[in-house]
């Protein structure tokens, strides 16, 4: 993949100490931003993307030619408004969009790293994307906002900086990755090391990648994202280009043939190694634990203004745990709203065109801004 | 905007914290926001109307005051407001109890049953009261504790709270309700506006 050319970078000089003990220095981190920094640079808004996202969060994604993951939520007149908001998103480390990851090349051996990649966190991709504040000289962001795992950075990061966000937008999360969502994470992994091409991760010194693993691991992810009646209103047991049953085991179901769509698309745009690292990033993630099982404790220096959102049919990070959340900070009298948007799409809805959870991410930015600008 | 929500200003201080519970559309939010300069939050049960809150800028969580005011600490708030709503709930004195933990005070507001339009429907009707103000039939209606002023009096002897203030609104017009005049409060008060705390 040539995609150095259409990709920001910042070299990240100040070395950064990871939760596995490894400490890394001069790394990149590649970014990207929309809209234009203010002169108070009051307005900017970190985004934080989720496990397959990167940093091309709107417009036409200049390395896959497609739509940015939200382009429905990003944009000028749009939820995050970037007439108004100078929009920052990074890809996390350990990605495969330009930021240090298992991709890279390890100058020590001149081979990619693979597996000799170190085990990242949530907080360890927070911590080096703050450097992206030193490097626009921001002191404050007006926001932080992200859905699934941008979600649990939203958290860490309000949690490790109280005083860097002045409003704080975590959608469709968790403050503790459950067994199922590990259960689930888990279960990709292995779909991608039992593919042969694999090759304990040092499958890109060769020419063949480990695609099916891949795949295999984007479909079964895929359901989850999805709700039981959301499949069933759009696929049934549609047949695709058939009259009949084959007795076989091609695609004869259109949601097979959707699966295997979304699961060869996929590969062609993500790395496996990538996905084995973020998933074990997300399982480790545990808020709850970080702060000795009271997870008000991690906000207890903040006077952040949070707004929470969750969705009625996402049974990967349901309402309950988004809840949670909202309780852990009225419980220390923190200032948070919380709604759960009605919505058939399962997961996926915070990245889809659902009018009540577009309109409600619009009305709290534009409202919080508006009472800020007036406080300062 | 409803008549009482002047009267309910007026018993609150400046500068304090408020938590609404079935904060509706906000208005109430907006008014205290506005007039009395309140850090203020609200409950709301439904999620059409949280929506609405948070247009208006209104920090607002979707919830039931039944099973989520037991998430805020003692004490967290100075008032606790619960507007028109304690009839509605399966539990009145579950929620007063609530209120009283989580508010320094509370101020609570209830429809007048003991009302005389109330009265005459039922004596001369013979079927459940209808009014502008409780306009749903017995089979549909939200509000299935009803109770007069009388009553709620008796309900704080009962599970023991302090009534600090009370007052009956009739005809937008409010006064205060004492132990002579309850019987005539009563009969002609539309809503009775109470401020309560602990013993």
Same mark, same amino acid.
């Given at each position: $993949?040539?995609?150095?050319?259409?990709?920001?970078?910042?070299?990240?000089?100040?070395?950064?100490?990871?939760?596995?003990?490894?400490?890394?220095?001069?790394?990149?981190?590649?970014?990207?931003?929309?809209?234009?920094?203010?002169?108070?640079?009051?307005?900017?808004?970190? @985004?934080?993307?989720?496990?397959?996202?990167?940093?091309?969060?709107?417009?036409?994604?200049?390395?896959?030619?497609?739509?940015?993951?939200?382009?429905?939520?990003?944009?000028?007149?749009?939820?995050?408004?970037?007439?108004?908001?100078?929009?920052?998103?990074?890809? @996390?480390?350990?990605?495969? $969009?330009?930021?240090?990851?298992?991709?890279?090349?390890?100058?020590?051996?001149?081979?990619?790293?693979?597996?000799?990649?170190?085990?990242?966190?949530?907080?360890?991709?927070?911590?080096?994307?703050?450097?992206?504040?030193?490097?626009?000289?921001?002191?404050?962001?007006?926001?932080?906002?992200?859905?699934?795992?941008?979600?649990?950075?939203?958290?860490?990061?309000?949690?490790?900086?109280?005083?860097?966000?002045?409003?704080?937008?975590?959608?469709?999360?968790?403050?503790?990755?459950?067994?199922?969502?590990?259960?689930?994470?888990?279960?990709?992994?292995?779909?991608?090391?039992?593919?042969?091409?694999?090759?304990?991760?040092?499958?890109?010194?060769?020419?063949?990648?480990?695609?099916?693993?891949?795949?295999?691991?984007?479909?079964?992810?895929?359901?989850?994202?999805?709700?039981?009646?959301?499949?069933?209103?759009?696929?049934?047991?549609?047949?695709?280009?058939?009259?009949?049953?084959?007795?076989?085991?091609?695609?004869?179901?259109?949601?097979?043939?959707?699966?295997?769509?979304?699961?060869?698309?996929?590969?062609?745009?993500?790395?496996?190694?990538?996905?084995?690292?973020?998933?074990?990033?997300?399982?480790?993630?545990?808020?709850?634990?970080?702060?000795?099982?009271?997870?008000?404790?991690?906000?207890?220096?903040?006077?952040?203004?949070?707004?929470?959102?969750?969705?009625?049919?996402?049974?990967?990070?349901?309402?309950?745990?988004?809840?949670?959340?909202?309780?852990?900070?009225?419980?220390?009298?923190?200032?948070?709203?919380?709604?759960?948007?009605?919505?058939?799409?399962?997961?996926?809805?915070?990245?889809?065109?659902?009018?009540?959870?577009?309109?409600?991410?619009?009305?709290?930015?534009?409202?919080?801004?508006?009472?800020?600008?007036?406080?300062? | 905007?409803?008549?009482?929500?002047?009267?309910?200003?007026?018993?609150?201080?400046?500068?304090?914290?408020?938590?609404?519970?079935?904060?509706?559309?906000?208005?109430?939010?907006?008014?205290?926001?506005?007039?009395?300069?309140?850090?203020?939050?609200?409950?709301?049960?439904?999620?059409?109307?949280?929506?609405?809150?948070?247009?208006?800028?209104?920090?607002?969580?979707?919830?039931?005051?039944?099973?989520?005011?037991?998430?805020?600490?003692?004490?967290?708030?100075?008032?606790?407001?619960?507007?028109?709503?304690?009839?509605?709930?399966?539990?009145?004195?579950?929620?007063?109890?609530?209120?009283?933990?989580?508010?320094?005070?509370?101020?609570?507001?209830?429809?007048?049953?003991?009302?005389?339009?109330?009265?005459?429907?039922?004596?001369?009707?013979?079927?459940?009261?209808?009014?502008?103000?409780?306009?749903?039939?017995?089979?549909?209606?939200?509000?299935?504790?009803?109770?007069?002023?009388?009553?709620?009096?008796?309900?704080?002897?009962?599970?023991?709270?302090?009534?600090?203030?009370?007052?009956?609104?009739?005809?937008?017009?409010?006064?205060?309700?004492?132990?002579?005049?309850?019987?005539?409060?009563?009969?002609?008060?539309?809503?009775?506006?109470?401020?309560?705390?602990?013993?």
């Amino acid at each position: $993949m040539n995609i150095r050319e259409n990709i920001k970078s910042l070299i990240i000089e100040k070395p950064l100490r990871l939760d596995c003990g490894q400490t890394i220095s001069k790394f990149p981190l590649a970014y990207e931003t929309y809209g234009k920094l203010n002169e108070n640079k009051d307005n900017a808004i970190l @985004v934080f993307h989720a496990l397959t996202g990167d940093q091309f969060v709107t417009g036409v994604n200049p390395i896959t030619k497609k739509d940015g993951w939200w382009s429905y939520a990003v944009g000028p007149k749009k939820s995050i408004d970037t007439d108004k908001y100078f929009v920052i998103c990074a890809n @996390v480390i350990g990605g495969c $969009m330009g930021s240090f990851g298992p991709s890279h090349e390890n100058p020590e051996t001149k081979k990619i790293y693979g597996t000799d990649f170190p085990v990242i966190t949530i907080n360890d991709m927070v911590n080096a994307q703050v450097n992206l504040l030193d490097f626009f000289n921001i002191k404050k962001l007006f926001s932080v906002v992200g859905g699934s795992m941008g979600g649990m950075q939203v958290l860490q990061f309000v949690s490790n900086f109280p005083d860097k966000a002045k409003t704080a937008v975590p959608i469709a999360c968790t403050s503790s990755h459950s067994a199922q969502n590990i259960a689930f994470n888990e279960l990709g992994r292995q779909a991608i090391t039992a593919d042969h091409n694999w090759m304990d991760g040092k499958y890109n010194s060769k020419s063949t990648l480990p695609d099916k693993g891949l795949a295999v691991a984007r479909m079964a992810a895929h359901i989850t994202y999805l709700s039981k009646k959301g499949l069933q209103e759009k696929f049934g047991r549609k047949l695709q280009e058939r009259d009949d049953l084959k007795f076989g085991f091609d695609a004869d179901f259109q949601i097979e043939s959707y699966l295997r769509y979304q699961g060869s698309v996929f590969v062609d745009r993500f790395d496996a190694n990538s996905y084995l690292y973020i998933t074990r990033a997300m399982d480790y993630f545990d808020l709850v634990k970080q702060f000795d099982g009271n997870l008000s404790n991690a906000f207890k220096k903040t006077k952040t203004k949070f707004f929470i959102m969750s969705f009625t049919s996402d049974w990967l990070y349901p309402t309950q745990e988004n809840k949670d959340i909202v309780i852990a900070l009225n419980a220390i009298g923190a200032n948070v709203g919380f709604v759960e948007i009605e919505s058939d799409k399962g997961h996926d809805s915070f990245l889809l065109e659902v009018p009540d959870f577009l309109n409600s991410l619009k009305n709290f930015l534009d409202k919080s801004y508006i009472e800020s600008s007036n406080e300062s | 905007m409803k008549a009482e929500y002047n009267f309910i200003a007026n018993i609150i201080e400046k500068n304090s914290t408020v938590l609404d519970v079935g904060c509706d559309d906000g208005t109430l939010m907006e008014f205290l926001k506005k007039n009395k300069n309140v850090d203020i939050r609200g409950i709301e049960i439904s999620k059409e109307k949280v929506q609405i809150c948070i247009a208006k800028g209104l920090t607002v969580i979707e919830g039931n005051a039944e099973l989520d005011l037991k998430q805020f600490p003692k004490n967290s708030f100075d008032y606790v407001v619960l507007g028109q709503t304690l009839q509605a709930f399966i539990n009145p004195e579950i929620v007063i109890k609530e209120l009283l933990r989580v508010g320094k005070k509370a101020i609570v507001t209830i429809p007048n049953f003991g009302n005389w339009k109330v009265r005459l429907d039922l004596l001369f009707k013979g079927t459940m009261p209808i009014t502008s103000s409780l306009p749903h039939e017995w089979y549909n209606t939200p509000n299935i504790h009803m109770c007069t002023i009388k009553d709620f009096v008796r309900f704080s002897e009962t599970i023991n709270f302090k009534i600090v203030k009370s007052l009956a609104l009739i005809d937008k017009n409010i006064s205060n309700i004492s132990k002579s005049n309850i019987f005539l409060k009563n009969l002609f008060g539309e809503l009775g506006i109470f401020l309560i705390e602990n013993k």
